[in-house]
């Protein structure tokens, strides 16, 4: 594993503002879970979990949600301060040192270019950390992410993970440019 500078804590671009996780969050954050399509993988349960006492547990014990040195930053409206979602670095099935990027939005954000100003926020400053390539997940079904990650420089590579139940994952990737 090698050695990176640390995602920062903040993010600031013309519109948006990312920032550390607050337990106050937490009623926002869940609602992303409520908004998730019925075939990803983390949703509110049957029986209402996580609860949103749970996720300000988690908020509260890991403001970052993610390995040292990345993280998943909420997402504010910097004129109004209104939470519309979170954008950030994390292993999820990439590596430290090749980390992959993830987002999700508020519905109510959709169409506005949030995903992709957040992002390319996100994909400069992991340029800064001294990584040299990013991964992206995506499942086959999500035209409106490949769309942003295609913004970003992102392409396909030859990966998908199958899953007739959710819909294949396509794997995708970007080589960043040195610091």
């Not at 035209?143 to 030859?158: I, M, N, T």
Request: net charge positive; with cysteine; glycine share 8%.
């Amino acid at each position: 594993m090698g050695t990176y500078e640390a995602l920062p804590a903040e993010l600031v671009t013309e519109r948006l503002r990312l920032r550390r996780w607050l337990p106050s969050d937490a009623e926002e954050y869940r609602g992303l879970w409520l908004e998730r399509d019925q075939r990803a993988v983390r949703r509110i349960d049957a029986q209402g979990r996580p609860t949103v006492e749970e996720m300000r547990g988690w908020l509260r014990d890991n403001p970052l949600m993610a390995d040292r040195g990345l993280g998943l930053l909420p997402i504010e409206l910097r004129d109004t301060g209104e939470f519309i979602g979170y954008c950030g670095l994390t292993v999820g099935r990439g590596s430290f040192d090749e980390p992959e990027i993830a987002y999700e939005l508020a519905r109510r954000a959709h169409g506005r270019g949030y995903a992709t100003e957040a992002a390319r926020a996100v994909v400069e400053a992991a340029a800064r950390t001294g990584r040299r390539r990013l991964w992206a997940t995506v499942r086959e079904w999500n035209a409106p992410s490949f769309r942003v990650l295609e913004k970003l420089g992102f392409h396909r590579s030859d990966r998908i993970t199958e899953d007739a139940e959710r819909g294949n994952t396509i794997w995708m990737t970007r080589a960043l440019e040195p610091r």
